[in-house]
C-alpha cells in the first residue's frame, strides 16, 4: 500500500520519519511529507501506527498510486 500525510492535520512531530522502512518521508516546512514512489508494500505502515494524531497518515488514493 501507498501512504499519504493529510497535511492539514500534520503536527511536525516527526515520528513518522523515524519508523518508515522506506525512508519515503520527509520532514518540510514543518510538516511531514511521503514521496510516492518510495512509499511500498515492503513499509507495512508501520508510520501510521506512531503518528500520534489519528487518521493523518491514510492509504493513498488511487490516482496517487497510479501517478507514483
Not at 515520528?15 to 520527509?26: G, L, N, P, R
Amino acid at each position: 500500500m501507498t501512504y499519504v500525510i493529510v497535511v492539514e492535520q500534520c503536527i511536525g512531530c516527526g515520528s513518522c520519519v523515524h519508523f518508515c522502512k522506506c525512508k519515503a518521508i520527509d520532514y518540510l516546512d514543518e510538516i511531514c511529507v511521503i514521496d510516492p514512489a518510495k512509499c511500498d508494500d515492503s513499509c507495512g505502515g508501520e508510520c501510521a501506527e506512531y503518528c500520534p494524531i489519528d487518521d493523518t497518515i491514510v492509504e493513498a488514493p488511487q490516482e496517487i498510486k497510479q501517478s507514483g
